[in-house]
């Protein structure tokens, strides 16, 4: 069973004499003014929550684009500070950036289209050069704080996500030795899909600089190679899972992200949530309602508005009104793209309509937190849940699913789960449901309240099991044991 500990006795073992440096465009912690103190705050980001951990165990430094109002007042002269705070174990670099490039670099390129591109949710992708422009300018920003990190020594670099693509392309053009592993959170589509992206090709070199490239699931491992296949001049190499381009090669692989099992189990019984629970009961005026909960950024691919017409759909149908309650938890998200601002309205909307529809006193069937909430309430309301739902249209994994599984130390709690995340591959125990089938997921509800309790503890022990074997240490030492082959 991989440990913090473990996986450090592994990157002292494995990556001896190589400097570790993890780069994202999300920091792990913003440092912000709350009247004249400074605060620091954890992000709502599964990306950041997952790699803390391994960044702790495995220390070195990790490169993210500042973006807290405090965030330049608490770093050093080469913009670094240790984190976390109170019990520091390893250095975080900011990357300082204009609002107009994170305008067009991150709210335009990134988020417009990119992730649009690789979700297949029925959002346009919108491609603009201007944007294009921006990113490529961001890529190179953040290749300098790396190079400067670097400094000529040896070292691994591990580049998250969709925002740094063109990264381990400028990266190995300065320096050939460095080596490079980039994690792409999200899906790949397929080829049909990511051929309309004006820029496919530089893309793809740029991710192919890479010596290891990693998807959630074997399933994006396929698409990412089938769209190589079709659109630049390369060898792959089916059986190892490699492409060959200008002479280097590029290991393509599939390690499920987790979370950190024992920590999530550890707080979830912790005296602070069991008084979060208390208050939320009181505040929420809750009884021996049955609680169903969702925990969702505020993005469309997460399925809300599906979910809230279940919702709608299942106490049409069955009479369980003033015996069940929903909480969606729901953290704002990227307002300043015009989908975003449409998806908020559509979601207070289905609140409201929903709630007007069915209320009674002051019982509600919805309760809506739209706000962001700190990690100990997060957790009160994972225990407080006799049923959650991950209702993605498409995700690459979505961590809430773990989460709520490792939070079940009293190993009871159902959780439905849309097979459209990656998530669903690991967690087979899960109520799958589709999310675009009404119908069926107002059943799914109906299944989730009604299931024994035998069942139900069963499912979660089992679920459970899983995730704890596979946690997020192992994925890192999956990771870096593969890296270690590319010394």
């Known amino acids: ?269 912790s005296d602070a949530v069991t008084a979060e629970i208390e208050r939320l009961q009181r505040m929420m005026r809750l009884g021996d309602e049955v609680i169903g909960l969702g925990l969702d950024r505020i993005d469309y691919t997460k399925g809300i508005p599906d979910r809230l017409r279940a919702i709608d759909r299942f106490f049409e149908k069955y009479p369980y009104q003033r015996k069940v309650v929903f909480i969606q938890a729901g953290v704002p998200s990227r307002e300043h793209i015009g989908t975003y601002r449409t998806l908020n309205e559509e979601v207070d909307r289905l609140v409201e309509e929903i709630n007007w529809k069915y209320r009674s006193g002051h019982w509600k069937p919805i309760i809506y937190l739209r706000e962001h909430l700190p990690p100990h309430t997060l957790m009160a309301l994972r225990r407080m849940a006799h049923f959650c739902v991950v209702s993605s249209l498409h995700d690459g994994m979505n961590l809430v699913a773990k989460e709520y599984v490792a939070s079940r130390f009293d190993g009871d709690g159902v959780l439905i789960l849309s097979p459209f995340t990656g998530a669903a591959r690991e967690l087979t125990d899960a109520v799958l449901v589709n999310p675009y089938a009404t119908d069926a997921f107002a059943e799914a509800i109906k299944v989730a309240i009604e299931m024994p309790e035998e069942e139900r503890r069963r499912r979660m022990a089992r679920m459970r099991a899983l995730v704890h074997e596979n946690n997020i240490y192992k994925w890192a030492a999956d990771i870096i044991s593969e890296l270690s082959g590319l010394a």
């Open 1 to 269: 069973m991989w440990t913090k500990e473990s996986l450090a006795n592994l990157v002292a073992q494995k990556l001896a004499g190589y400097k570790f440096i993890a780069v994202s465009n999300r920091e792990p912690y913003i440092h912000s003014y709350v009247g004249k103190d400074i605060q620091c705050q954890i992000p709502a980001s599964g990306l950041t929550v997952a790699l803390d951990p391994v960044m702790q165990a495995c220390g070195g430094v990790w490169i993210a684009s500042g973006r807290g109002d405090a965030d330049k007042d608490v770093v050093d002269e080469e913009n670094k500070v240790r984190v976390p705070p109170g019990s520091p174990k390893y250095d975080l670099r900011r990357v300082w950036l204009t609002q107009e490039e994170e305008e067009g670099y991150y709210y335009g390129f990134a988020n417009s289209a990119l992730w649009p591109l690789c979700h297949i949710a029925y959002t346009r992708p919108v491609f603009l050069e201007t944007e294009w422009d921006a990113y490529r300018k961001v890529n190179g920003i953040f290749a300098e704080s790396v190079m400067a990190e670097v400094k000529g020594q040896k070292a691994f670099v591990f580049i998250q996500d969709y925002h740094l693509a063109l990264l381990p392309r400028i990266l190995k053009e300065a320096n050939p030795d460095t080596i490079t592993a980039q994690f792409w959170h999200i899906p790949w589509p397929n080829p049909e899909a990511f051929r309309i992206c004006p820029w496919q090709v530089d893309i793809l070199d740029g991710l192919l600089g890479n010596d290891l490239l990693a998807f959630q699931i074997r399933y994006h491992c396929n698409n990412f190679m089938d769209t190589v296949d079709r659109a630049v001049e390369s060898r792959t190499d089916r059986e190892r899972y490699e492409v060959h381009r200008g002479g280097r090669r590029t290991r393509i692989r599939a390690f499920p992200i987790s979370v950190d099992f024992d920590a999530l189990t550890a707080e979830a019984q």
